[in-house]
């Protein structure tokens, strides 16, 4: 349900944009190997992590 969810922005850099009770989006800085290295779990406890209340984007 998450990874589906990463876009890319540049080579190193991915994005979730915010959906659900995400209040940001979740920026990932990792190169391919290290992306398809993580499993859902990663992406979903940074959209969690997104989702707290007082979290806000700079």
């Known amino acids: 349900m998450y990874a589906e969810k990463v876009k890319r922005r540049s ?7 915010p959906f659900g009770t ?16 993580m499993d859902e779990q990663v992406y979903k406890q ?7 209340p007082g979290v806000v984007q700079g």
Request: proline share 3%; charged share 20%; net charge negative.
């Open 22 to 37: 995400m209040q940001v989006p979740v920026v990932v800085y990792a190169d391919d190997e290290l992306m398809r290295g």
């Open 46 to 52: 940074a959209a969690n992590v997104a989702s707290l």
């Open 11 to 17: 080579e190193c850099q991915w994005v979730i944009e």
